[in-house]
């Protein structure tokens, strides 16, 4: 691979954020440090910012720096956890409404103040503009406010309910990985439980672009 020298007064080098082993490369900028093959650490410098510039002696005459751009895979190990809590609250409602009515006149609003019809409750709000006032400046509507009275009851989930939700997380990280561009090489998942919920795990195989650019180290002799 020839590196290519651009204008770049600090330059750039490429880290590898995983473990792992590098699977395929292209370098387009900077000096490849690895190959394919190579086991690397997290932090490992995968292509570095600083191109030497040769005598004709093949000896360094000062170096030149560059962002480093380059596409390095790297296959590494992944692990990742969905819980859901053995027990889950529903929303019932009673069936016990109460609506209210109000008029709204500009940013001035008339109603009848009273208390809270029911201790837990959600409300749906309805309003509408006479059409004779539709075209005044100053906007003019009534409407009005439902209350519905509910309460939260308390349930656990089955076996085969809690199964279905935990695929259902994953397979949804699963898909997010691939549209990341993270190809998923090999997966094993398992369902356990602790005390207090349902907790599923996966380790994961997977192949994944590297390279964080980090500030290359200078070379104060040139």
């Known amino acids: 691979l020839v590196p290519v020298i651009?204008?770049?007064?600090?330059?750039?080098?490429?880290?590898?954020?995983?473990?792992?082993?590098?699977?395929?490369?292209?370098?387009?900028?900077?000096?490849?440090?690895?190959?394919?093959?190579?086991?690397?650490?997290k932090d490992t410098i995968l292509v570095e910012?600083?191109?030497?510039?040769?005598?004709?002696?093949?000896?360094?005459?000062?170096?030149?720096?560059?962002?480093?751009?380059?596409?390095?895979?790297?296959?590494?190990?992944?692990?990742?956890?969905?819980?859901?809590?053995?027990?889950?609250?529903?929303?019932?409602?009673t069936g016990r409404e109460k609506t209210r009515y109000f008029v709204r006149f500009g940013d001035k609003e008339l109603k009848i103040t009273e208390e809270k019809p029911f201790l837990v409750y959600d409300s749906i709000i309805r309003e509408m503009i006479p059409t004779v006032f539709e075209k005044l400046s100053v906007p003019f509507l009534w409407g009005s406010i439902t209350y519905r009275e509910y309460r939260n009851v308390e349930y656990k989930y089955t076996d085969s309910?809690?199964?279905?939700?935990?695929?259902?997380?994953?397979?949804?990280?699963f898909s997010d990985l691939e549209e990341k561009g993270v190809q998923i090489i090999e997966k094993n998942v398992r369902i356990d439980t602790d005390n207090e919920q349902w907790i599923l795990s996966a380790d994961l195989i997977v192949e994944e672009l590297a390279g964080k650019k980090v500030d290359t180290v200078m070379d104060e002799n040139r």
């Open 161 to 173: 309910q809690a199964k279905e939700l935990l695929n259902q997380k994953i397979n949804k990280f």
């Open 6 to 41: 651009i204008e770049d007064e600090g330059g750039k080098d490429l880290i590898s954020q995983y473990d792992g082993t590098v699977v395929s490369m292209i370098v387009r900028k900077g000096v490849p440090k690895v190959d394919i093959g190579d086991v690397v650490t």
């Open 49 to 93: 910012g600083k191109v030497p510039i040769y005598n004709e002696d093949a000896t360094v005459r000062e170096y030149q720096y560059v962002t480093s751009d380059a596409d390095i895979y790297i296959r590494h190990e992944m692990t990742h956890q969905e819980a859901l809590s053995f027990d889950y609250i529903q929303k019932e409602y």
